[in-house]
């Protein structure tokens, strides 16, 4: 079980260290559509929408990678002073019944919405514009799916912890 959660593990690992690198090349757009308008008069609407799509990207396939490195924030006004085992509970109970659920329920109504963006490969209502709708309402899949990986690999590792030896979050 403990190769399985390392698999799970490291894709999301290897996702969100790849996903952060757009967080600089967004901020370096974002400076040349900058520097383009004001600088030159020249905007450029494919520069603004890549800036959104890098955004989306970076919020859509680094949540997973957030999560597994404790970044949420979470309200921890009862859950810090409750013991190891009854925190585990809570999240074993918390991915089992609102993580997974609200995750397949994501796929399954947006899974036509997409579908239906790659059939007719959606672009940019600008004409100037990127011609990725498609791709960027792709994400909208990556979401729950990586998610759903590591909801899989903190479920398995609160299920083989125990308090000798501590989960990866404690």
């Not at 757009?22 to 400076?31: D, F, H």
């Not at 450029?44 to 490195?69: D, K, R």
């Not at 509970?89 to 997974?100: N, Q, Y």
């Not at 899989?152 to 990866?168: N, P, Y």
Request: with cysteine.
């Amino acid at each position: 079980m403990q190769q399985l959660i390392n698999i799970l593990d490291g894709i999301t690992q290897k996702t969100g260290q790849a996903i952060r690198w757009l967080a600089l090349l967004m901020v370096l757009i974002s400076c040349g559509v900058v520097l383009l308008r004001y600088s030159f008069d020249q905007p450029s609407i494919a520069m603004q929408e890549a800036v959104m799509y890098l955004h989306a990207t970076i919020f859509m396939l680094g949540s997973a990678y957030t999560w597994q490195q404790g970044g949420h924030v979470r309200v921890d006004v009862f859950y810090r002073g409750w013991s190891k085992q009854r925190r585990r509970w809570v999240d074993r109970l918390g991915i089992i019944f609102l993580v997974l659920p609200t995750c397949l329920f994501m796929l399954w109504v947006s899974w036509t919405y997409v579908g239906n963006a790659w059939a007719i490969q959606e672009r940019s209502q600008e004409a100037s514009g990127l011609p990725y709708i498609y791709l960027l309402k792709t994400l909208i899949l990556m979401l729950p799916i990586t998610l759903i990986l590591q909801a899989i690999a903190e479920l398995l590792r609160s299920l083989t912890a125990t308090d000798t030896g501590a989960a990866q979050h404690d």
